[in-house]
Nanobody, 125 residues
Framework: HAQLVEYGGGSVQAGGSLRLSCVAS????????LGWFRQAPGKEREGVAS???????NYADSVKGRFTISRDNARNTLYLEMNSLKPEDTAMYYC???????????????????WGQGTQVTVSS
C-alpha cells in the first residue's frame, strides 16, 4: 500500500509562481512513473505533466513552457514548478504513481495505482 501527500498549493496572482511537492511512501519508488493531474470545479480531471521512471517527461499543451515536472528518487519526492500562472490554472492538483511503457504520455488515469488527496491552487487575475 502506498501513500502520496501533496504540498505547496496556495493562492497567487496571475503571473506568479508556485512549486508543488508530492512525497511518496512506497517501495521501489524509482520504478514508478509519476504524474500531476488537476481538476477544476465542474470539469473532469486532466493530465498536466508526467515523468517516466526513465526520466522522460510529457506536458499538456496548456502548460508547456510554463510548468516543469521533476523527481528526486533519493527523497521519494515529485515536484511541479509552475511559472507564469494564469487564472485558468486554478484547480485542485493531484499527484499519482503508476507504471506504463515510455511510449505512453501518462495522461490516462487508468495507468495510475495510487493518488494523493490533492492540493488547491488558486490564481487570481
Amino acid at each position: 500500500h502506498a501513500q502520496l501527500v501533496e504540498y505547496g498549493g496556495g493562492s497567487v496572482q496571475a503571473g506568479g509562481s508556485l512549486r508543488l511537492s508530492c512525497v511518496a511512501s512506497v517501495n521501489s519508488y524509482s520504478n514508478y512513473c509519476l504524474g500531476w493531474f488537476r481538476q477544476a470545479p465542474g470539469k473532469e480531471r486532466e493530465g498536466v505533466a508526467s515523468i517516466h521512471f526513465d526520466g522522460s517527461t510529457n506536458y499538456a499543451d496548456s502548460v508547456k513552457g510554463r510548468f516543469t515536472i521533476s523527481r528526486d528518487n533519493a527523497r521519494n519526492t515529485l515536484y511541479l514548478e509552475m511559472n507564469s500562472l494564469k487564472p485558468e490554472d486554478t484547480a485542485m492538483y493531484y499527484c499519482g504513481a503508476g507504471q506504463w511503457p515510455a511510449w505512453r504520455d501518462g495522461f490516462l488515469m487508468a495507468l495510475y495505482n495510487f493518488w494523493g488527496q490533492g492540493t488547491q491552487v488558486t490564481v487570481s487575475s
